[in-house]
T-cell receptor, first 113, second 115 residues
Framework: QQQVKQSPQSLIVQKGGISIINCAYE??????FPWYQQFPGKGPALLIA?????SEKKEGRFTISFNKSAKQFSLHIMDSQPGDSATYFC????????????FGDGTTLTVKP | DTGVSQNPRHKITKRGQNVTFRCDPI?????LYWYRQTLGQGPEFLTY????????KSRLLSDRFSAERPKGSFSTLEIQRTEQGDSAMYLC?????????????FGPGTRLLVL
């Protein structure tokens, strides 16, 4: 049973455009939702994270939108740049089991110049 | 470089052989995690340690897999009698804290190919 479903699998955006990646979760015990960025040959790196007590969190060009009732959250990348081209993973964990993160299957983003 | 390091970076082995990977976490990080990542998928949790104690093991971690973290420092992940299905990237991460949800810092991974 996949607990975190991520879409789309791949995304192509023009430079300056908005990239949107969506995730849906099933386990209502999840209370921490990070997004990771992974470049080829590297491990994932934390980009931004949100808890369900807020509906939106913004850090620079990156924004997480969170809909608790729909059990969905999304990553928005504003003014997308070629350097943003990478694979993005959403993840989720619960406070009672914070050591165990469940990841989505990833979205490969390509930003065309 | 003070990040998480993993060795070796690549390992090719024949089916049935044993392999061991090492992870050196960021200094003073008390939590250490192992994940497995196959092509086109996100990392799958395998196990994690708080200091030297192994707190949880995934069902993915069969009896052929064993992880240790002696003295709460570096960790090793051993796979015995490797199978072709074990071919994957094995990622290690570390974090500081004991209340959960601390930032996990990932290493570059060890890519295993079982022939």
């Amino acid at each position: 049973q996949q607990q975190v479903k991520q879409s789309p699998q791949s995304l192509i955006v023009q430079k300056g455009g908005i990239s949107i990646i969506n995730c849906a979760y099933e386990n209502t015990a999840f209370d921490y939702f990070p997004w990771y960025q992974q470049f080829p040959g590297k491990g994932p790196a934390l980009l931004i994270a949100i808890r369900p007590d807020v509906s939106e969190k913004k850090e620079g060009r990156f924004t997480i939108s969170f809909n608790k009732s729909a059990k969905q959250f999304s990553l928005h990348i504003m003014d997308s740049q070629p350097g943003d081209s990478a694979t993005y993973f959403c993840a989720a964990s619960s406070d009672t089991n914070a050591g165990k993160s469940t990841f989505g299957d990833g979205t490969t983003l390509t930003v065309k110049p | 470089d003070t990040g998480v390091s993993q060795n070796p970076r690549h390992k090719i082995t024949k089916r049935g052989q044993n392999v061991t990977f090492r992870c050196d976490p960021i200094s003073e990080h008390n939590r250490l995690y192992w994940y497995r990542q196959t092509l086109g998928q996100g990392p799958e949790f395998l196990t994690y340690f708080q200091n030297e104690a192994q707190l949880e093991k995934s069902r993915l971690l069969s009896d052929r897999f064993s992880a240790e973290r002696p003295k709460g420092s570096f960790s090793t992940l051993e796979i015995q009698r490797t199978e072709q299905g074990d071919s994957a990237m094995y990622l290690c991460a570390s974090s500081l804290g004991d209340r959960g949800h601390e930032t996990q810092y990932f290493g570059p991974g060890t890519r295993l190919l079982v022939l």
